[in-house]
């Protein structure tokens, strides 16, 4: 496992998926086979009910367009929307729709279980936190992490896990704090430069380091970032061998 990865989805090809009838195309960004992070690309046909379901480690969705509509009454994400479970905690079934387009994020690799499963419905992480923010309702705000840009916390670092969409002006250069459990930063308009890489949208930089990060300087236009932080929670669940991560490695290798 390296302490930095930088991906490019322009250079990733596309591929074709099915998981119980629903139809959507698939980019495996970081496989996680080394031990390190996990991050997928998904874009699903418009539909009413994709099925209840739970990873077993902690993962950010990044709703980057189109609309995601679960139960919850005030839970209807439209993008740019930040999503976040810990380990063995279910969700859904949701609707998309809108021409859908997210990332998913994990720490490393952490299958797919359907809530259909009974024996993996008494493996539910009852503890587990759930939390969500949708750039739209969310205020430009100033805060002491982030001082070189003004920013939007759809998940505050007060809640331990958190995602904060940054604005930084051209040429701007972003210092940003340590990622002791694993941090996502990803461009999501106009450029950035990381550690020596021109990132263009959706390119992202994955960095797990107890010290600083190299910083992110924002390109000639500028660049609007979002980072999205793992806590300890990223240390629980995972594949371990035992017969649920079997089964949840396998549904996920059938998925894509």
Request: aromatic fraction near 8%.
């Amino acid at each position: 496992m390296l302490n930095e990865y930088i991906v490019e989805p322009a250079a990733i090809p596309w591929r074709n998926g099915q998981v119980a009838g629903i139809s959507f195309k698939c980019q495996i960004l970081l496989s996680g086979v080394d031990g390190g992070p996990e991050a997928l690309r998904f874009r699903f046909d418009d539909c009413p009910s994709i099925f209840a379901h739970m990873h077993l480690t902690s993962q950010f969705q990044l709703l980057l367009q189109g609309r995601m509509d679960f139960p919850k009454s005030t839970m209807k994400l439209r993008g740019i929307a930040a999503h976040y479970t810990d380990h063995n905690f279910p969700y859904g079934p949701f609707a998309v729709a809108g021409g859908h387009d997210m990332l998913v994020l994990h720490p490393r690799q952490g299958g797919l279980i359907s809530m259909s499963d009974r024996d993996a419905r008494r493996q539910i992480n009852l503890k587990a936190r759930h939390l969500y923010g949708t750039a739209a309702d969310i205020q430009w705000t100033l805060l002491s992490e982030f001082k070189e840009a003004r920013s939007k916390p759809l998940i505050p670092p007060t809640s331990g896990p958190y995602a904060v969409m940054i604005e930084c002006p051209p040429r701007t250069v972003v210092n940003l704090p340590s990622a002791p459990y694993g941090r996502y930063e990803v461009v999501l308009a106009g450029s950035a430069l990381v550690s020596g890489s021109t990132l263009f949208p959706p390119g992202f930089r994955y960095v797990h380091d107890d010290n600083e990060a190299t910083p992110v300087e924002a390109g000639p236009d500028g660049a609007m970032l979002m980072l999205l932080a793992f806590d300890q929670d990223a240390r629980e669940g995972g594949l371990t061998g035992d017969l649920l991560s079997v089964a949840a490695a396998a549904a996920m290798e059938r998925a894509i």
